[in-house]
């Protein structure tokens, strides 16, 4: 069964930090693209960041440029959002998901088709 | 960034009816663009890629169109389950985007 599983998430105040992992199973994870997204407490989805699958490309929202970094254990088949400088706007539960196609495929969607449960993470003093 | 004007931010409809949600953005994102359904405490599915392609195990009443700037998901006969909150993400240019969602409510 293809899993995302992430953890991490907690309390944590303002300036302080905090890094999420997401633990991935039932699929060849160093093929893939992987993403994160938030969600604020009552608000829309807004996408993070995303890595490469060979964890040499790596792209970020304006709002978590400089203090967010993503990165990739692929031997471990694992994900991460090492989360610095957080303020209570960074307030959020934090999906992981995977991209739909992995880049072997002839064609390739960017689309997110596997997401874990989310983790949440809380900024407050 | 790309800005994604997704519309209406509500809608009422029954069981039965045909809703249609739009999604423009600020930019040609040629056919790049997905459609999730979210449920309350849950994480997104995505439902339609590339534009209009229904994603495997998703029902045939789902549909989506477009391509550009103007998109739209059509759900032709609403379905219990399919009350739910609706997302677009346009897929193409960096950062990626989502529209700000469309609650679809029982009438």
């Known amino acids: 069964e293809v899993q995302v599983v992430e953890s991490g998430g907690g309390l944590v105040q303002p300036g302080g930090s905090l890094r999420l992992s997401c633990a991935t199973s039932?699929?060849?994870?160093?093929?893939?693209?992987m993403t994160w997204v938030r969600q604020a407490p009552g608000r829309g989805l807004e996408w993070v960041a995303n890595?490469?699958?060979?964890?040499?490309?790596?792209y970020y929202v304006d709002s978590v440029k400089g203090r967010f970094t993503i990165s990739r254990d692929n031997p471990n088949n694992s994900l991460f959002l090492q989360m610095n400088s957080l303020t209570v706007e960074d307030t959020a539960v934090y999906f992981c998901?995977?991209?739909?196609?992995?880049?072997?495929?002839?064609?390739?969607?960017?689309?997110?088709?596997?997401w874990g449960q989310g983790t949440k993470v809380t900024v407050s003093s | 960034a790309i800005q994604m004007t997704q519309s209406p931010s509500s809608l009422s409809a029954s069981v039965g009816d045909r809703v249609t949600i739009t999604c423009r953005a600020s930019?040609?994102?040629?056919?790049?663009l997905g459609w999730y359904q979210q449920k309350a405490g849950k994480a997104p599915k995505l439902l339609i890629y590339?534009?209009?392609t229904l994603q495997s195990g998703v029902p045939s009443r789902f549909s989506g169109s477009g391509s550009g700037t103007d998109f739209t998901l059509t759900i032709s006969s609403l379905q219990p389950e399919d009350f739910a909150t609706y997302y677009c993400?346009?897929?193409?240019?960096?950062?990626?985007?989502f529209g700000q969602g469309t609650k679809l409510e029982i009438k």
């Open positions: 590339a534009a209009s």
């Open positions: 039932g699929f060849t994870f160093s093929n893939y693209w």
């Open positions: 890595i490469k699958e060979d964890g040499n490309l790596k």
């Open positions: 998901a995977r991209d739909l196609t992995p880049t072997t495929s002839g064609v390739f969607y960017d689309a997110l088709d596997v």
């Open positions: 930019q040609d994102i040629r056919n790049d």
């Open positions: 993400l346009q897929d193409l240019h960096y950062p990626r985007v």
